[in-house]
């Protein structure tokens, strides 16, 4: 069993910063990969961002290379998103999510299938 509390979330202004964090209980945590996803209104839940258990190895969406970056702390159980430079399209609820296992390949971390727990989400919003 894996609980996931996000954290960090709130309302920022466009081009500026913001940090989520999502704090794991459970002991497998540093055996699962961690993905960051974000829904906003009307649309469908959508991946930004995983990394792998170990750490090092990360995927991105698009729209979001260059700008966010995900990190892990294995040792507080903790997975981070660093947001820089948001945008106004970045505004959504996001979850955090622990991946259910087998190879670290984008076809897999992409789909929200392939987690098995998920955090309750918080919101950010960008202003204009």
């Known amino acids: 069993q894996v609980q996931l509390v996000e954290s960090g979330g709130g309302l920022v202004q466009a081009g500026g910063s913001l940090r989520l964090s999502c704090a794991a209980s459970g002991r ?48 507080k159980n903790t997975v981070y998103l660093e947001m820089n430079s948001v945008k106004p ?18 076809s897999r971390v992409v789909r929200s299938t392939s987690y098995d727990y998920w955090g309750q989400g918080t919101q950010v919003t960008v202003s204009s």
């Open 28 to 75: 497998t945590f540093s055996s699962r990969a961690m993905g960051w996803f974000r829904q906003a209104p009307g649309k469908e839940r959508e991946f930004v961002a995983a990394i792998r258990g170990s750490g090092g190895a990360t995927y991105y969406t698009d729209s979001v290379k260059g700008r966010f970056t995900i990190s892990r702390d294995n040792a």
């Open 89 to 106: 399209e970045d505004t959504a609820v996001y979850y955090c999510a622990a991946n259910k296992g087998g190879p670290f390949l984008f």
